[in-house]
């Protein structure tokens, strides 16, 4: 028999941990462990929740009396495919399409399954088997994120009592609403993220926002663009263009994030980057890796599209090193976070001149001399270049051809 008291316990605790902040799989297993020390028998529990990734529609968070480590998972995109077929057999699915809030299965009863993956339960020995759909209204949805879906399971002998189900359906909505507060601050992290970049999406995340609010550093700077895009825009079928630059410029970004530097910006078929963990030398090196990583994943898309008769590129990089002001810049209804100064100016100009002195890769005399000694016996000099918007000419570098 459950207890008023007790139940009214878990709801307190369901919301300290909501405007806390806890993690869905910590706030999950809490609530499972707190119900069955209150009298509601759940041998197991699933939570799904979509959210607004590019990657993936939704996380899913899982939780058995006879497993001790709590799972979750992300689900794919579900219009189309083995997911959408998955999705369409599953309960929640119907639900939606009934319009229906909840739905009982007695697994104990042998009845025919109704639904993906009920015989598996029952093998399982669970007993009972609840599915319910709590719906936001539309101004309480992000997106897709329309709806709490959860599934409870016991192993009780005649399956949920009625007193467990009521007190179950009485605590669903708290937790509902802790399970969308943690799954809100995911969602303002990714955006953060992919919209701004890692670092400056955890800087406006920590606070810093007001207008005008910079910072001065030193940093390694990146500028990459595409081999002759506007001639490949003009020549390729319109539907080819996004394809095209989705598979480059995620070429460049994941060799960026994978040695720890941070994209700021996307400007066309360009990305500019910041590359500042403290120490100069070892952001120099750092770019160089992600260099030399974009260039083989480079090789290896470009054979893949070649055989696929798609538009194939080349990526030219300028590298920089120098002070720069980072931070809120614009408006005050739109900022950007973004670095800006004549170290910036001078990166783009590096990166613009790739193709004029036929090297791929061009970088600075500073660059260079920050780099650790042993990757300065790679570069050699191109020479001294006048640069558009600079007074005097600077000595560029590139990778040895005869070494790269």
């Known amino acids: 028999m459950t207890q008023p008291n007790t ?9 300290r941990q909501g405007y806390e902040g806890t993690p869905e799989e910590e706030l999950l297993a809490g609530f499972c462990e707190r119900c069955n020390a209150a009298g509601i028998s759940i041998s197991s529990a699933l939570v799904l929740m979509d959210t607004l990734h590019p990657d993936f529609e939704g996380h899913a968070f899982q939780w058995d009396s006879r497993d001790t480590v709590d799972s979750s998972s992300v689900y794919d995109f579900t219009d189309e495919g083995t997911a959408r077929e998955a999705w369409e057999s599953s309960v929640f699915f119907h639900l939606l399409k009934e319009n229906a809030e909840e739905i009982r299965q007695r697994l104990f009863l042998n009845e025919q399954a109704s639904f993906y ?21 539309e101004r309480g949805s992000i997106g897709e994120m329309s709806a709490f879906y959860s599934r409870w399971l016991t192993r009780q002998p005649e399956g949920f009592h009625d007193d467990e189900l009521a007190a ?16 809100c601050m995911r969602i303002i992290e990714t ?14 995340m920590s606070g810093t926002i007001t207008r005008g609010e ?6 390694v700077l990146w ?5 002759d895009f506007t001639g490949i825009s003009d020549r390729a079928k319109p539907d080819q263009i996004i394809p095209f630059l989705n598979d480059y410029a995620g070429l460049v970004i994941d060799a960026i994030h994978a040695h720890g530097g941070s994209v700021l910006k996307l400007i066309g078929d360009g990305v500019l980057a910041i590359f500042r963990s403290g120490n100069r030398q070892d952001d120099c090196a750092a770019a160089l890796a992600a260099e030399m990583t974009m260039r083989t994943r480079l090789s290896v898309l470009n054979h893949e599209r070649h055989a696929k008769d798609l538009p194939t590129t080349d990526v030219y990089l300028g590298l920089h090193v120098g002070e720069v002001f980072y931070g809120n810049i614009g408006s005050r209804g ?16 590096i990166g613009g001149l790739c193709g004029s002195v036929d090297r791929d890769t061009v970088m600075s005399r500073d660059f260079v001399a920050t780099c650790p000694e042993e990757m300065q016996a790679l570069m050699v000099s ?10 005097r000419a600077h000595e560029l570098f590139t990778i040895d051809p005869e070494l790269a």
Request: a positive charge; hydrophobic letters at 45%; charged letters at 25%.
């Open 117 to 137: 993956k009920l015989d598996e339960l029952r093998n399982a020995g669970h007993t009972d088997y609840i599915a319910s759909i709590h719906r936001f209204t």
């Open 214 to 219: 910079v910072e001065r550093i030193e940093a």
């Open 191 to 204: 955006i953060t993220d992919v919209y701004l970049g890692r670092d400056a999406g955890r800087k406006v």
């Open 382 to 391: 191109l020479g001294r270049y006048a640069l558009r918007g600079f007074a």
């Open 223 to 227: 500028f990459s663009d595409l081999r």
């Open 334 to 349: 739109r900022l950007d976070f973004t670095v800006v100064g004549p170290a910036v100016n001078m990166v783009s100009r």
């Open 168 to 183: 179950l359906r009485m605590l669903l909505p708290t937790l509902a609403l802790a399970v969308k507060t943690a799954c």
């Open 7 to 15: 139940l009214q316990e878990i709801a307190f605790w369901l919301s």
